[in-house]
């Protein structure tokens, strides 16, 4: 991580017509803060920094939230749906994997490949019975960096408000957002 100078924080500010109190206010810190810091009488803790940071990224416009990336139409299966209904959905839909969702919430998923080491005989049982892990989740305002972080070791990331699933986010659609 690059870490800025006070000159680099203040040119960037100045930039982007901001005065010290909007930044600080767009960060959640003091505008003697930012001043300080900007006159270098300072050193800023990494966690103040990364806040007025991603604040001037969020002023310019940098900042890819999942509520830009998630489609709210959310394809899932309940945990008591037959497999069979899980295969068939997939099919339709052409996704290899789906949330699995109760009330709103999700408690699992299941795969094409969990289907096929469950054995024979596997669309009479249902999802509860060879569903994986569920998806992680993250709120609407979770950055893509943080989105990015999850989907290089899950298939998807479900974006949840006050528990509740509004959208899912794959690496499809972080991939069409960076083309």
Do not use: W
């Amino acid at each position: 991580m690059h870490l800025p100078t006070p000159q680099d924080l203040r040119e960037r500010r100045t930039e982007l017509e901001l005065t010290q109190s909007e930044l600080a206010d767009r960060a959640g810190v003091s505008q003697p803060l930012i001043a300080r810091i900007e006159g270098s009488d300072v050193d800023p803790r990494l966690s103040t920094l990364r806040r007025i940071v991603e604040a001037l990224d969020e002023a310019e416009g940098d900042v890819v939230r999942a509520r830009t990336l998630m489609h709210e139409s959310v394809v899932s299966v309940s945990p008591d749906d037959k497999v069979r209904v899980a295969v068939e959905r997939m099919q339709e839909e052409g996704y290899s994997q789906l949330p699995v969702i109760t009330n709103g919430v999700p408690v699992g998923s299941i795969s094409e490949s969990d289907v096929v080491s469950a054995g024979e005989d596997v669309g009479s049982k249902t999802v509860r019975d060879v569903m994986s892990e569920s998806f992680p989740t993250v709120s609407e305002d979770a950055s893509l960096e943080e989105i990015s972080s999850l989907l290089d070791h899950y298939k998807a990331v479900m974006v949840t408000e006050e528990g509740e699933t509004v959208g899912i986010i794959t690496q499809a659609d972080v991939a069409a957002r960076l083309s």
